[in-house]
């Protein structure tokens, strides 16, 4: 079905990778556009030697200043508090060699998209976009892909041009076949075992069906940092009055025909609704703050916006960001 949307210039968008069909060399002029785009947006927004997503308790305290209204209180510094009787928080200096998983998720609900890209071109972007923040200083990256069918494991290195090979491979994951389900619980479970450095873990995911990896990742939570990349479209959260359409689910093979009423999109946004409130409430039981990008939004803007909010929370100075 073909349906309009108001969205912004496609400026925005993620190059298309067409659902990781894309080849040379039309592959690597989408792979260099992404990188050009990262770097050129967040080189120009974020400065220091290691552009922080989340701190984490590996890092190594800093100097103490003045609290500021918006900084975390659990960043407090007491004992200097007492000494001076006015409020301070203590900042912190980033660790070296920063080990990076990403746990990425391709099931077949990434292989849409109805705005300005698809949901898998935001992946391969969010994860270009963590391979920028967390690279430099010997920084080691790897990856965890899943497309439901096949597991792919690609070891944790350091350099640019395992980074670029790296972001190759997820970008050209294949398919799988018609009525395969996701398996995020099952990408998890591959970063657990063998156990890894401490470090940091990014789950890039939709989120969507069965919330079955709490477990999973509140264990993940308890050895690494945590960071979770929601990947919406619109079409994730509510129907548009479109009438009579034929859907195809292909993560289950099956495909209906609807006729699309003001009760069926209320019931439908409500459903949308709780199961998002459900994956927050998980994310948040493990502890794994949540950057949200969505297909009709400048990606990223939000990106900056995140780790821009991040940085100021924690009381990153200027010239230094905290530890991932």
């Known amino acids: 079905m073909t349906i309009p949307a108001n969205v912004p210039d496609r400026g925005a968008a993620p190059p298309s990778f067409r659902a990781g069909q894309l080849t040379d060399p039309k592959l690597s002029a989408a792979l260099r556009t992404l990188e050009l785009t990262v770097r050129r947006r967040l080189d120009g927004v974020l400065h220091g030697d290691h552009l922080g997503l989340i701190p984490g308790p590996g890092s190594e305290p800093g100097d103490a200043r003045l609290y500021q209204p918006g900084d975390d209180v659990r960043q407090m510094d007491w004992s200097v508090t007492a000494r001076t009787t006015h409020p301070h928080v203590r900042q912190m200096i980033a660790d070296r060699e920063l080990e990076t998983w990403l746990v990425i998720d391709l099931s077949a609900s990434l292989d849409f998209g109805t705005a300005l890209c698809q949901k898998r071109d935001l992946v391969v972007a969010a994860a270009a976009a963590v391979t920028h923040l967390t690279s430099g200083g010997g920084n080691r990256i790897g990856a965890v892909v899943a497309n439901g069918e096949r597991l792919f494991r690609i070891p944790a290195r350091s350099g ?6 790296m972001l190759r491979t997820i970008a050209t994951t294949p398919h799988a076949a018609d009525g395969v389900r996701g398996d995020l619980r099952g990408a998890v479970e591959a970063l657990r075992r063998p156990q890894r450095k401490r470090g940091l873990a990014v789950v890039i995911s939709d989120f969507l069906g069965e919330i079955d990896w709490q477990r999973s990742l509140r264990a993940i ?13 619109p079409l994730d959260l509510a129907l548009p009055d479109v009438g009579d359409v034929v859907l195809h689910d292909p993560e289950t093979g099956r495909t209906r025909e609807f006729t699309v009423t003001p009760t069926l999109r209320s019931d439908f946004a409500l459903a949308a609704q709780r199961h998002r409130e459900r994956v927050e409430q998980s ?30 929370a924690f009381g990153a100075p200027s010239g230094r960001a905290p530890r991932q």
């Open 160 to 165: 640019r041009i395992h980074a670029q090979s």
């Open 221 to 233: 939570s308890g050895r690494h940092d945590l960071l979770a990349v929601e990947v919406l479209d």
């Open 283 to 312: 994310l948040r039981g493990a502890g794994a703050p949540v950057l949200t990008l969505r297909t009709d939004r400048d990606w990223i803007a939000d990106v900056v916006r995140f780790v821009s909010t991040r940085r100021h």
